[in-house]
């Protein structure tokens, strides 16, 4: 059922109350009157109202002083100023103690239709920011990040210690292992945490448009410019901008994000405006830096502006008391999102998802999980509902077999053939994950079949 919008009309003038109270019951709103500023302030503290009409000058507390009563005590009731005098001072003194917005008497009904629309769907627009904002915060809550392991523990600790700095942080992992999850953390733990927290992976937009993205273009700056755009620095502007893979950046650009990082001002594509811009920079990269700027990818200079704090995010198997922590906490997920009563893992899954290697990190966890949710039939996962490369993996002591399971004496060129081809077996002839399971890639596993003459 839709919810009936709740408007307060204040004004001295009984006829024109009466008037917008017809008017305003006809577009389907609910009607509270007050005849002085001091009784819709008073009325403001008895109920909730969504939207406030009110004129400027009334006999005993005026409009503007009512503005003032009611904004202090609930700042996001919007409020429209309604005047038979017509000044322009009187506007913007108005909208400077925080009205929403001003129309002279007599109203123009399209006008105020419009101007209420406005309004509301304004209110409603930052009372679903606000929500947004307090379920993100929750979401990257460094409490409510999943990870118990010493690693995650000392990661944890710095991230609280660097989070109400204002220092840059690069952060460093491989693909999947959650760093996205870490910035988050540093953000909403941090004084910005009103501020937005804006997005961008270097890797996915075009050299040709990262400029643009992160800048903002003048209209007409290249083909297809067609209004002004604000770049990312602009949207972040007070709050935090994070840069995944920033790696990826063409040598260029690297130089034009050097400049914006010490000068904190930016320049549109195809502008002159130098624009001062407030933001604290998270990088994130799964390169190694250090290899990237000794081979001439990658500049020392932004490297050490960007890497003031360095954080590494643990690859999941360095982390494998996590696993079962982070393999329910998504099957939770997942069970509710698809509709299933799933209560947990059978210890057979659960032993293979601890033998797993995990290349693909949280990211192949979750993914795994969500697969298994999907497809099981019954209240708990089992290992027939993992994917084959996880229903098959080995533990350490089946790809390391005590030494007395080893013959004695034997060629080392004897016990790799052997190796190689108990791996084969396990895997039914998959080179590629016999390959993943040996350490190799599938181009050395080729030589060494060779090598033996187990392939022509």
């Known amino acids: 059922m839709k ?99 001003y129309l002279t008497k007599p109203l123009d009904f399209d006008e105020l239709r419009l101007a209420m629309e406005r309004a509301m769907d304004h209110s409603q627009l930052k009372e679903k920011n606000r929500l947004l904002r307090e379920t993100l915060g929750s979401h990257f809550d460094i409490q409510n990040i999943i990870g118990r392991s010493t690693a995650m523990v000392k990661l944890l600790e710095t991230v609280a210690q660097v989070a109400p700095s204002e220092a840059t942080v690069l952060i460093t992992g491989d693909s999947g292992t959650g760093k996205e999850l870490i910035a988050g953390a540093i953000h909403f733990n941090s004084p910005r945490k009103e501020g937005p927290f804006v997005k961008v992976n270097c890797a996915a937009i075009t050299e040709t448009l990262l400029e643009s993205e992160l800048f903002g273009h003048e209209k007409g700056a290249f083909t297809g410019a067609h209004r002004l755009k604000e770049g990312r620095f602009r949207q972040a502007d007070g709050g935090s901008l994070f840069l995944d893979e920033v790696s990826e950046m063409s040598l260029g650009m690297q130089v034009k994000l050097l400049r914006a990082l010490q000068e904190r001002e930016i320049t549109r594509v195809g502008g002159e405006e130098v624009i001062k811009v407030d933001v604290r920079v998270i990088a994130a990269t799964n390169k190694n830096l250090i290899q990237a700027i000794e081979s001439g990818r990658f500049r020392e200079d932004l490297y050490y502006r960007l890497n003031v704090v360095t954080l590494n995010v643990p690859l999941l198997r360095e982390r494998k008391e996590d696993i079962p922590l982070l393999a329910q906490h998504f099957l939770s997920t997942f069970a509710e999102k698809n509709r299933k009563q799933i209560k947990g893992f059978t210890p057979q899954a659960m032993d293979q998802l601890l033998k797993y290697d995990w290349p693909g990190n949280v990211r192949e966890l979750m993914n795994a999980v969500e697969r298994a949710v999907v497809l099981s039939r019954s209240e708990y996962l089992d290992e027939q509902d993992l994917p084959l490369a996880i229903k098959d993996a080995l533990s350490a002591e089946e790809k390391f077999p005590s030494r007395d399971a080893v013959p004695a004496d034997l060629p080392l060129e004897d016990v790799e053939k052997a190796t190689i081809l108990k791996t084969l077996e396990s895997t039914d002839g998959n080179k590629s994950e016999a390959a993943r399971r040996l350490g190799i890639t599938r181009k050395t596993l080729h030589k060494k079949l060779k090598k033996y003459g187990m392939m022509p």
Do not use: C
């Open 3 to 101: 919810k009936e919008n709740t408007i307060l009309v204040v004004d001295d003038d009984q006829a024109h109350r009466t008037m917008l109270r017809t008017l305003l019951s006809g577009w389907g709103y609910k009607i509270v009157e007050a005849d002085d500023g001091q009784v819709a302030i008073e009325k403001v503290y008895e109920q909730a109202f969504d939207m406030i009409l009110m004129d400027i000058r009334m006999l005993k507390v005026s409009g503007l002083e009512a503005l003032d009563g009611i904004k202090t005590y609930n700042p996001a009731i919007p409020i429209i100023i309604m005047t038979a005098y017509s000044s322009v001072e009187t506007a913007v003194e108005a909208l400077k103690k925080g009205a929403y917005d």
